[in-house]
């Protein structure tokens, strides 16, 4: 672990006997880097040997709020390549903080290994030990052991790829100018959320060797779009004869239908050069690599929120923390975890900490304390005790709408209050779909889990056509969802730049769950970028 902070005085002492000042870890509300340390090992021994937490090796580095403003532009990561956007992002939470509209995170911590958590300098000595429980064991833990980001992410080379990115989008704007880079990095961004693979493929995403790799992936590609595109008519208009075994090898090669967009332009857009498609790489695996942290919002944070609690509960009632740092943390802990009601002015969705934390209590509940409505529901674990093993299988193993499918117990909707409410656009009334009754109970799941399945939020658009024979038009279907089109502004802003990607016209139409087309959209590119 390394800290990077500056010694300070102790300002303020708690009033406490003589005899527990000298088991407590501090007795004033400033720090230093050895106070840190020593709060660290503390939090440790609960963490690793009480509650048998396995987090990644901790890089604890304090930074001040200027560069937790850039950090929060940045996407959080300690290194990133140069865009304006990140720029205005900047200035925006700028002026919002310093006129007082939104407050800074206590802490940023980063999917990596070691797991590099951020902790801001104005924090008390309380909030530091708070925020490292919070982060450098809850967070990092999660990480560590949860399938998705088993699946999808390099924690140990993440840090590396970032130096590869941030040096080779350097080197292409020596080598090709900043403007060229920076239209190609702004159509990259537009379709960045349509650059995730949804289900795995034969190998997790690694990133060590990205950059050794990167020439033998331009010369293979260059071969493959050379056999793709040989056939294709040169002159505008016109049409070429190809049998059904050379569109069928072409179809091959394409890989249709494709919902990765990013990933098929890196593959087959025909007039991008190798560096832009590099970029379109680069952009595309830095989006998959947060996806995991999409899927698992809200049992990341109660993992989080339910371990700093614990360890904050254990250094009071060993004697580390008095009572008066204890209540400081209970106060903050209480604002993180509040639940705002629907009518409540603050209401803005269900919070994913209240939740989360929520349902990891309530699991503990149910392994130690159970009722027969438990024993009924989860006979797997009622009132088997060891609720951490529990847990740590819960984490390991389930994501957002998994988690609440299956653990959200009848005895916490009752609790928060939680009825399933349908609001159609086309009645005047509200109908309360699901009350608190048996069948209610399970209506009321399955509609949250459906809330926090993030492939219903997102638009399914795949490419599913090209037209190889005629114009070269890369046709797009968009399979809409109860009802939901896309936005029109929205979509013809991100078609501008799908189709200077491609080079060629672009097609998309949205169709609905019986084939009929709703929309159609039909653009051709403005300013090519290859």
Not at 7 to 32: H, Q, V, Y
Not at 456 to 461: C, F, L
Request: aromatic share 10%; with cysteine.
């Amino acid at each position: 672990m390394t800290a990077q902070t500056k010694t300070k005085k102790n300002k303020s002492r708690d009033t406490i006997p003589a005899n527990k000042e000298a088991s407590l870890l501090f007795t004033g509300s400033e720090w230093d880097a050895p106070l840190i340390d020593k709060v660290y090992n503390a939090i440790e021994d609960i963490a690793i040997g009480e509650m048998g937490l396995d987090p990644y090796p901790s890089q604890i580095e304090v930074i001040t709020s200027e560069q937790m403003l850039d950090a929060y532009a940045s996407t959080g990561m300690p290194l990133f390549y140069h865009h304006w956007s990140f720029g205005k992002h900047y200035a925006y939470n700028e002026s919002m903080y310093r006129k007082g509209f939104q407050g800074l995170a206590y802490e940023i911590v980063i999917n990596s290994d070691p797991c590099v958590c951020y902790i801001m300098e104005e924090n008390s000595a309380t909030m530091q030990t708070l925020v490292i429980a919070h982060a450098a064991f809850g967070h990092s833990h999660f990480f560590k052991n949860n399938y998705v980001f088993q699946q999808w992410t390099d924690a140990s080379g993440i840090i590396d790829y970032l130096s590869f990115a941030k040096a080779y989008i350097a080197k292409c704007e020596d080598q090709h100018g900043p403007a060229a880079v920076e239209r190609m990095i702004d159509a990259a961004h537009a379709l960045q959320s349509h650059g995730i693979h949804r289900y795995p493929r034969k190998r997790k995403l690694s990133l060590a060797d990205e950059a050794d790799r990167e020439r033998v992936r331009r010369e293979h590609g260059e071969a493959l779009f050379n056999d793709l595109w040989r056939t294709v008519p040169e002159g505008e208009g016109k049409k070429v004869s190809i049998d059904d075994a050379m569109e069928a090898r072409q179809r091959e090669i394409l890989g249709l239908p494709e919902e990765n967009i990013l990933y098929f332009l890196e593959k087959t857009a025909p007039r991008l050069a190798p560096w832009q498609r590099e970029i379109l790489r680069i952009v595309r695996l830095i989006a998959q690599y947060f996806y995991p942290q999409r899927q698992t919002k809200m049992m990341n944070e109660g993992c989080a929120t339910y371990t700093h609690h614990r360890i904050m509960t254990r250094l009071h009632e060993k004697g580390q923390i008095s009572d008066g740092q204890f209540m400081e943390f209970l106060h903050s802990h209480s604002g993180v975890v509040m639940q705002p009601d629907y009518n409540d002015p603050r209401f803005n969705g269900i919070n994913p900490y209240a939740l989360g934390f929520a349902m990891c209590e309530d699991i503990e509940r149910i392994c130690t304390q159970p009722t027969e409505e438990d024993l009924e529901w989860f006979p797997d674990f009622a009132g088997k005790g060891n609720h951490m093993q529990v847990l740590k299988d819960i984490w390991a193993n389930f994501r957002d709408e998994s988690f609440v499918l299956q653990y959200l117990s009848p005895h916490l909707i009752r609790k928060l209050g939680l009825f399933h409410i349908v609001d159609d656009s086309d009645e005047e009334e509200i109908e309360v779909a699901a009350i608190h009754d048996e069948r209610g109970y399970l209506k009321v799941r399955r509609a949250l889990s459906r809330d926090y399945d993030v492939s219903r939020s997102d638009p399914n658009i795949q490419v599913c056509d090209v037209d190889l024979a005629g114009d070269r038009c890369l046709n797009l279907t968009h399979h809409v969802s109860e009802g939901v089109l896309l936005d029109e502004d929205d979509t013809w802003r991100v078609l501008r730049h799908l189709a200077n990607l491609w080079g060629y016209p672009v097609a998309l139409k949205e169709v609905d769950p019986d084939g009929k087309t709703i929309e159609l959209y039909q653009i051709e590119p403005e300013d090519p970028l290859g």
